[in-house]
């Protein structure tokens, strides 16, 4: 079982950068979990961001992030972070982070076991 809470959403022109962070808690290590980062747009569909494996040592973007997101897992800290910039109203979304307890990078939601309760970014033209 794992708790998450992300921080770090908030108001921002385009070309802006944000660091969103995911914080988790629980009585399984940190280092266990592979996580990543998803966004729901209003009437929209949830959709993958960015995913990093239990090491780090796998990562992988949306094509429309790739290039402008950093997705980093700090295991010591027990947080994963997600570096947002050159930001686009497009970005604007609730962003929820996600864990699940296997191997390598996941894109689908359905295979993540632990969600957080999400963080609004908005980008502002």
């Known amino acids: 079982q794992v708790q998450l809470v992300e921080t770090g959403g908030g108001l921002v022109q385009a070309g802006g950068s944000l660091r969103l962070s995911c914080a988790a808690s629980?009585?399984?290590?940190?280092?266990?979990?592979?996580m990543g980062w998803f966004r729901q747009a209003p009437e929209k569909e949830r959709e993958f961001v960015a995913a990093?494996?239990?090491?780090?040592?796998?990562?992988s973007y949306a094509d429309s992030v790739k290039g402008r997101f950093t997705i980093s897992k700090d295991n010591a800290k027990n947080t994963v972070y997600l570096q947002m910039n050159s930001l686009r109203p497009e970005d604007t979304a609730v962003y929820y982070c996600a864990a699940h307890g296997g191997f390598g990078v996941r894109h689908r939601g359905d295979l993540y076991d632990y969600w957080g309760q999400g963080t609004q970014v908005t980008i502002s033209s």
């Open positions: 629980g009585r399984t290590s940190f280092s266990s979990y592979a």
């Open positions: 990093i494996s239990q090491s780090g040592g796998s990562i």
